[in-house]
């Protein structure tokens, strides 16, 4: 029962933002990909990764990374950073621009944690929290990140 209430949750989560992929109104141009809206929401997810560390967890060759992260920057929906430490480095943000047309998902995280509120007490809600913090913090170590992408909170 545990595994199928999780399994349903991820699916609804996986689902709005699949929904928005493939039902929006945008210029043709600035269409992404199924391929490239992974690859823009793994570099979210890394929290502002430099090409090489998105090619490496991506399993890209560096020269497939850096073509597809060209794309996303002429499209503009990722920009380059260069690093304050080593002006040799770039970092991948996201831009506004994707978070305004695909963001969908993190919009419905904070739609689902407001419901989430507003119908559990805060006990249960603080007890939920330290649940997710434990499963996110010990019990998925095959899944590692450095930076925590900025979710939108209500």
Known sequence: MLEKSFSDIYTKFKLSLYSKVFNQDI???DALSATEVLCVELIYAMGRPTINEFASFAQLSAPNAAYKVGNLV???????V????DKREYHLEVTEKYMTT??????YIGKVMKRIRER???EQVEELE?????IDDELMPEVQIDEEPKVNSP
């Open 74 to 80: 002429k499209k503009g929906y990722v920009r380059k």
């Open 82 to 85: 260069q690093s304050e430490e």
């Open 27 to 29: 210029n043709v141009e």
């Open 120 to 122: 559990f007490s805060p």
């Open 130 to 134: 330290e649940i997710l913090g434990v």
């Open 102 to 107: 695909y963001g969908v998902t993190y919009d």
